[in-house]
């Protein structure tokens, strides 16, 4: 049997994979692909006043649902937040993470925009380019970045990929909706895919889109 076509999605928290590309994401499971998203950190600081190892448990469960029905793995790494590029000095995390994608040979990778204002966010970002750099198979795989936080994207000089997300948006809101730790801190980024997603619709004539920037 041939093996199937994957696509690993690289964020920096536990739902930052739906909010940047649920809908792509069940789109392309749909199609028989393999996705897999990578999550760099269990956000622990998001409850301070909560112990570590029951907030990890709580986002990881959270996660994990989503994946459900959104029909992707999900992998966790243990990053602490905005220290992410420290943590990556640490040599055997790199090679974790290479040995990822080198197994998998991903036909494409999505990560967050450079744009992005998140410190986390912006480390995911780098870190995804040291790998990339570091992938030891060729053709190497197409790299896209996707927004959580940045309202617009300035990143014009990139080709734009969009994708129909009309059929697979009601799941992608559905995956949005178990991040129940996460429903103050998900208002503003809830109102802002959903603005986005018609407005990328639009320019492709559809009801609803998502819209990632290939930089490689």
Excluded at 23 to 34: H, P, Q, S, V
Excluded at 40 to 56: D, M
Excluded at 160 to 183: C, E, H, N, P, W
Aim: proline share 5%.
């Amino acid at each position: 049997m041939p093996k199937k076509e994957t696509i690993l999605v690289f964020g920096a928290h536990s739902d930052d994979f739906v909010i940047g590309a649920g809908g792509t994401i069940l789109n392309y499971a749909k199609e028989g692909k393999r996705v897999i998203s990578v999550v760099f950190s269990y956000g622990e600081k998001s409850h301070p006043w909560i112990k570590e190892r029951i907030i990890k448990t709580l986002r990881s469960k959270e996660a994990f649902e989503a994946s459900k029905i959104l029909k992707c793995k999900t992998i966790f790494f243990d990053l602490k937040e905005f220290n992410f590029l420290d943590h990556v000095k640490n040599k055997e995390i790199e090679e974790q993470l290479l040995k990822i994608i080198n197994k998998e040979k991903p036909s494409k990778i999505f990560t967050h925009s450079n744009e992005d204002p998140h410190p986390d966010h912006q480390s995911a970002f780098k870190i995804t380019l040291q790998l990339f750099e570091k992938i030891d198979y060729l053709p190497k795989p197409g790299l896209y970045t996707y927004s959580v936080w940045n309202p617009v994207s300035f990143s014009s000089d990139y080709p734009a990929l969009y994708i129909d997300v009309s059929k697979t948006f009601g799941a992608k809101l559905k995956a949005l909706m178990v991040f129940k730790s996460q429903r103050l801190h998900l208002i503003y980024p809830f109102l802002l895919l959903l603005i986005r997603s018609i407005h990328d619709g639009i320019k492709i004539k559809k009801k609803l889109a998502e819209k990632f920037y290939r930089i490689k």
